[in-house]
């Protein structure tokens, strides 16, 4: 069984910051990709960000350059350190976990005020 539990999600201000982490636990070894999705009121799940187990990283065009993912060294945790944040980041962040089929956190808010 696979347990993910997202946490640092909270209100801030346009032009601020906040890291968002994801603790894995269970069966998870010899997992393909860990990574960040959002889901924004009335809108689809969008990928935000993932990195594989090897370090390889992908990202939304609309969060490069401000979003960085990153993965602890016993990868169990994964983090996204979110800069030069906008309203429309505003969303429930869900933590994803590739290792044989997907699977989902519970979702952390992040609410970006203008």
């Known amino acids: 069984q696979v347990q993910l539990v997202e946490s640092g999600g909270g209100l801030v201000q346009a032009g601020g910051s906040l890291r968002l982490s994801c603790a894995a636990s269970g069966s998870i070894f010899n997992f393909n990709a860990m990574g960040w999705y959002r889901q924004a009121p009335g809108k689809q799940r969008e990928l935000v960000a993932t990195?594989?187990?090897?370090?390889?990283?992908n990202y939304a065009d609309s969060v490069k350059g401000r979003f960085t993912i990153s993965i602890n060294n016993a990868k169990t945790t994964v983090y996204l350190q979110m800069s030069s944040l906008k309203p429309e980041d505003t969303a429930v962040y869900y933590c994803?976990?590739?290792?044989?089929?997907?699977?989902w956190g519970q979702g952390t808010q992040v609410t970006v005020s203008s």
């Open positions: 990195i594989t187990r090897g370090g390889s990283t």
């Open positions: 994803n976990l590739d290792v044989a089929r997907l699977y």
